[in-house]
């Protein structure tokens, strides 16, 4: 199959083009600059050259291809809402240029927007209209409607591994800027965790065989209680840990603070059967311990 993937020189998106190719897929891999057209080159990857904004390049590539795999998305939290837009209108136009073809389209969304106390499912609907990926998502499944073989992968707030840049190593900047590690209460609130490569098999295998109009989880951890995630930067970087209220953290995390003190548990097991998927990378902790964070 020749996949169109978005956001493939991404930190994600770098590993499911690496996982295609590996599985004897060819790639087309949309690039924004020279820059990211040279790093597609280095690993054998024809560029597609074209951004989220260029609705047309969009379209030329999924077309060109026999599925997409959508995971570009523009982390400026402080043009949050806007980016969230961009977002809705390249998968509408992904959807439209897939419509009638029968072709899969797979998009990346979030775990946090189904929080729960109990775990949530691959079944549990986004708790608002409104939260964020809401809509890309409704549109994907709404799309099976239409000839296209959607699916939604929902990645937990920490995909870790090598070259991560995401939530964990901000909370370690902060924690190393402030000499704390700290959580929130009594930090027994919960975030779900996936290793990048797991994460890759998922939107590989989501691309290959998920039905039409379907949700997954790529969870490889249901949920690593924060106080331990504190606990585990504090022993890298040797500074004290310590709990701040709601009121003390914003001072502390920044625009993390709306975050941080979420309780997201999540399960994966429909996924895991749907798609014989079982997580086979190192877990967070472990990760934090080995993974060269704190070099």
């Not at 909370?171 to 959580?183: K, N």
């Amino acid at each position: 199959m020749r996949v169109f993937v978005t956001g493939a020189t991404g930190f994600i998106g770098s590993a499911i083009v690496q996982d295609l190719i590996g599985a004897g897929h060819q790639v087309l891999g949309l690039a924004r600059s020279d820059d990211s057209a040279a790093a597609l080159a280095r690993l054998g990857v024809e560029a597609h050259r074209g951004d989220l904004a260029d609705l047309d390049s969009l379209v030329a590539g999924a077309r060109a291809c026999e599925g997409v795999i959508h995971t570009a998305f523009i982390h400026d939290f402080s043009q949050f809402m806007a980016n969230i837009e961009t977002d809705r209108r390249a998968v509408e136009a992904l959807a439209c240029a897939l419509e009638g073809s029968d072709k899969p389209l797979v998009i990346a969304s979030g775990t946090m927007m189904v929080q729960h106390a109990r775990p949530a499912t691959e079944r549990d609907a986004p708790l608002s209209v409104e939260a964020p990926r809401a809509a890309s998502e409704a549109m994907v499944l709404a799309a099976a409607d239409r000839g296209v073989r959607g699916s939604v992968v929902r990645l937990p707030p920490t995909v870790h591994g090598a070259g991560d840049h995401g939530f964990v190593p901000r909370l370690i900047e902060a924690a190393r800027e402030h000499g704390v590690s700290p959580y929130v209460g009594d930090g027994a609130n919960h975030w779900p965790a996936v290793h990048r490569l797991d994460a890759a098999r998922v939107f590989r295998r989501a691309v290959e065989r998920a039905a039409p109009g379907t949700r997954l989880h790529a969870v490889g951890e249901e949920g690593v209680p924060m106080r331990a995630i504190a606990e585990a930067i504090g022993a890298g970087l040797g500074v004290p840990v310590r709990s701040l209220t709601q009121d003390e953290a914003p001072a502390h995390f920044g625009f993390l603070a709306m975050f941080i003190a979420t309780d997201n548990p999540t399960s994966s097991a429909l996924t895991r059967s749907a798609l014989g998927w079982s997580p086979e990378g190192p877990d967070l902790l472990t990760d934090l311990r080995e993974g060269g964070y704190f070099h």
